[in-house]
């Protein structure tokens, strides 16, 4: 499930750009925009059907999703968790040479100048008991990213301390 939408800085600034310029391009970036409310209202997404994916292109890439903005431009995003990083919007080409010096590097998380958005819940059934929209974002973001670390993040991040599958003390 997903709980935040981080819009990295590098998105922000070209989406600021692209609104600035000519006419396809503002279109672009309000078609993004647009995208990014929906995402975050309404409950958790459904990334697939939250807007028009591009054909292919973003299999190569794990947790990569592009969305096709019109006009030529797509938006990149990864999943990661249970937070959607929103990386980068650009023409196709540009998207493709983005997607290219930047592939097998985003298995980090930046955060520095960048904006979090919070996921709306959908309001829980009657019968159910759900921890409240409040409570589900009081929690730290530093904790939901640590939920996702498992064994086998952790042995190839301290690789060095096992051989063979046993600790090296």
């Known amino acids: 499930m997903i709980r935040f939408i981080h819009l990295e800085r590098r998105f922000e600034k070209e989406l600021e750009a692209l609104e600035k310029r000519g006419e396809k391009e503002a279109a672009a970036a309000r078609n993004a925009e647009e995208l990014i409310a929906a995402l975050t209202q309404n409950g958790p997404p459904d990334l697939k059907k939250a807007g028009k994916l591009t054909g292919w292109g973003e299999k190569w890439i794990e947790g990569c999703i592009k969305y096709d903005l019109g006009e030529g431009f797509r938006m990149i995003c990864f999943r990661r968790g249970e937070t959607f990083f929103v990386s980068y ?34 309001e ?46």
């Open 124 to 169: 829980p059934a009657e019968n159910l008991e759900t921890p409240s929209e409040n409570e589900a974002l009081e929690k730290d973001y530093d904790g939901l990213l640590m939920e996702e670390i498992d064994e086998k993040i952790l042995r190839k991040i301290f690789s060095g301390l096992v051989k063979n599958g046993k600790r090296i003390d």
């Open 89 to 122: 919007i650009g023409t196709h080409d540009g998207c493709h040479n983005w997607l290219d010096h930047f592939s097998g590097r985003h298995n980090w998380v930046a955060k520095e100048n960048s904006t979090t958005l919070p996921v709306q819940m959908a």
